[in-house]
Structure formats: structure tokens, C-alpha cells
């Protein structure tokens, strides 16, 4: 069965870090692209980053640039996301996801996220 | 904010048709292929529709998907109770160096 696990949520004051995690398991990971998607409360979805399937390229909304980073390890099949300078207007669930990208020479032909996890809830407040 | 504008709530009887509409522009819709994504109560988002019209397996037939120029539209035919959920259309946008992005999200309620 293909599932993603997010972990590492949690309440966090405004300026520290945390950091998620995603287990993958029933597909091979390391040939897929990844994201992290999260939702504010009682909002709709934002994608956040996305990384290639070996981790050369990565990919951030401005609003998270600088702040936060997403990785991988293939060899533990794992993503994550280190979040840094956390704000309030973090809070949210967060969802990792699998990608399938299609895309050559710069140019992407399609896009979007046809796996979810269940969600990893952060906190920002003080 | 969403560059990609849905109305904020459709509903219908059982058995109705409900039709939601997602307003982009010519760096998203436009030029790329469109997707919708169901968010049942309390739950993670699941694929709907893919390349426009594309159903993943699974997906009833009742729900389709269309695009025209810098618009699409998710149509369910013969609505069901189990398909009160939250609903959002999502494209890559080509602008400012690429990133994906999604609707504001459409709430369905079956009346």
C-alpha cells in the first residue's frame, strides 16, 4: 500500500524552528519528486516546496523563502522540512505528497500531487 | 493569495448536477493543464481530476472535469451525500520562476 506519514508537528514560539518528517512506503521513493502542502486553519491549500527525485532542485513559495528548507534521504525514504524563523502565520497543517512532474528543458508539462499524507499539525504562538 | 478564483460554496439536492468553476489566467489555466483535488470533513486532500479531464481509478464517473482558455470547470452529475466536501481546482503557474498553486476552494453541500 503507497502511504505517506508526516511527523514532527507541535507548538512552537514565534522565531524557533521544527522540523517535519514524511516516511514513504509502498513506492520507490527515490523516483518520484516531493512536496509539502499545508493549510491554515479554516483556509484553503498552499503548496510550500517541492524537491527533485535527487534532491538538485528544489523549489519554495515566496513567503517561505530563506526560512525554510526541504530535503530528503532516499536511502531512508524519508522528506522533510526544516522550518526556521517560524511565524505565527505558519500555523497549519502541513501534508507531504507525491509528485508527478513532467517536464524537460525548464519547461513543465504537468504537475500535481496524486498521494497525501495525513497531516502534521504546527502551532506558532506564544 | 489563491490566483486561481472559485466560488466560495455550490450545493444541490441528491441527484442534482452542481457545477463549480476555478478563474485563472494565461500563466496557469491558460497554458497549463488544470486539477481538482476533494477534501472531505477532517481529512487529506485526494486527486479528483488530473490533466483536465482525466479521472484517477476509483473516481466515480459522475464527476468530470473542462477547460476553456483561462477557466475550467468540475461538474458532478447526480450528486451524492458523500460528496459534501471542500473542493479546490490547482495549476502550475508559470510565472515568477514556476510554482504550483491552488484555488480558494469551493464548499459542496448536498442538501
Known amino acids: 500500500e503507497v502511504q505517506l506519514v508526516e511527523s514532527g508537528g507541535g507548538l512552537v514560539q514565534p522565531g524557533g524552528s521544527l522540523r517535519l518528517s514524511c516516511a514513504a512506503s509502498?513506492?520507490?521513493?527515490?523516483?518520484?519528486?516531493m512536496s509539502w502542502v499545508r493549510q491554515a486553519p479554516g483556509k484553503g491549500l498552499e503548496w510550500v516546496a517541492s524537491?527533485?527525485?535527487?534532491?538538485?532542485?528544489?523549489y519554495y513559495v515566496d513567503s517561505v523563502k530563506g526560512r525554510f528548507t526541504i530535503s530528503r534521504d532516499n536511502a531512508k525514504n524519508s522528506l522533510y522540512l526544516q522550518m526556521n524563523s517560524l511565524r505565527v502565520e505558519d500555523t497549519a497543517v502541513y501534508y507531504c505528497?507525491?509528485?508527478?512532474?513532467?517536464?524537460?528543458?525548464?519547461?513543465?508539462?504537468?504537475?500535481?500531487?496524486?498521494?497525501w499524507g495525513k497531516g502534521t499539525t504546527v502551532t506558532v504562538s506564544s | 493569495q489563491s490566483v486561481l478564483t472559485q466560488p466560495p460554496s455550490a450545493s444541490g439536492t441528491p441527484g442534482q448536477r452542481v457545477t463549480i468553476s476555478c478563474s485563472g489566467s494565461?500563466?496557469?489555466?491558460?497554458?497549463?493543464?488544470v486539477y481538482w483535488y476533494q477534501q472531505l470533513p477532517g481529512t487529506a486532500p485526494k486527486l479528483l481530476i488530473y490533466?483536465?479531464?482525466q479521472r484517477p481509478s476509483g473516481v466515480p464517473d459522475r464527476f468530470s472535469g473542462s477547460k476553456s482558455g483561462t477557466s475550467a470547470s468540475l461538474a458532478i452529475n447526480g450528486l451524492q451525500s458523500e460528496d459534501e466536501a471542500d473542493y479546490y481546482c490547482?495549476?502550475?503557474?508559470?510565472?515568477?520562476?514556476?510554482?504550483?498553486?491552488f484555488g480558494t476552494g469551493t464548499k459542496v453541500t448536498v442538501l
Open positions: 524537491i527533485k527525485q535527487d534532491g538538485s532542485e528544489k
Open positions: 490547482a495549476a502550475w503557474d508559470d510565472s515568477l520562476n514556476g510554482r504550483y498553486v
Open positions: 490533466s483536465n479531464n
Open positions: 494565461s500563466s496557469n489555466i491558460g497554458s497549463n493543464y
Open positions: 505528497a507525491r509528485d508527478r512532474v513532467g517536464a524537460a528543458q525548464g519547461v513543465v508539462y504537468y504537475y500535481y500531487m496524486d498521494v
Open positions: 509502498g513506492f520507490t521513493f527515490n523516483t518520484y519528486w
